[in-house]
């Protein structure tokens, strides 16, 4: 009903003398650090374009690779989200709204929803991002041959 566009990004980890790689799954583009020229991504949607060109444009931006004590090279996508629903936050309280229809691109006609947290998917979404991070910090670490999977 109302979309998006956000940056995916591919990053592919490797020694500098090439004997070892990894590529990790699609992730979304977060930011670009000032201070130093990270880049940082998330597993979820955090930035977003008002469109397909925007992000595009944008991308021209971004570095392709970055040099360290690992190399990463950098693989760039647009994909459009389609936001069906939309949630009020005041401090702790959560209100879900339906989208019923856009109206412009800052106005949108939304529809109250009697909804219940799902207390498991959100501890399945912190399970997986403690994943990555470990699998990220074993492959720096140099343990190649560990085996690590979702729940």
């Given at each position: 009903m109302f979309t998006k566009y956000a940056i995916t990004v591919i990053d592919t980890v490797s020694t500098r003398d090439g004997s070892r790689?990894?590529?990790a799954d699609?992730?979304?583009f977060?930011?670009?650090?000032?201070?130093?020229?990270?880049?940082h991504a998330s597993s979820t949607v955090t930035?977003?374009?008002?469109?397909?060109?925007?992000?595009?444009?944008?991308?021209e931006?971004?570095?392709?690779s970055r040099c360290g004590e690992y190399?990463?090279?950098y693989e760039y996508g647009v994909e459009a989200i389609e936001y069906t629903h939309a949630n009020h936050s005041g401090w702790s309280d959560v209100h879900p709204y339906e989208i019923v229809r856009v109206v412009s691109p800052k106005t949108i006609e939304i529809r109250v929803m009697d909804a219940e947290l799902d207390k498991i998917?959100?501890?399945r979404s912190l399970l997986v991002a403690l994943?990555?991070?470990a699998q990220t910090k074993a492959l720096r670490s140099g343990f190649t041959n560990q085996t690590l999977s979702t729940p």
């Open positions: 790689s990894h590529t699609k992730a979304y977060e930011k670009l650090s000032s201070y130093n020229g990270y880049l930035t977003t374009f008002d469109s397909q060109e925007a992000a595009e444009n944008f991308i931006e971004l570095p392709v190399n990463n090279k998917g959100s501890l994943l990555v991070t």
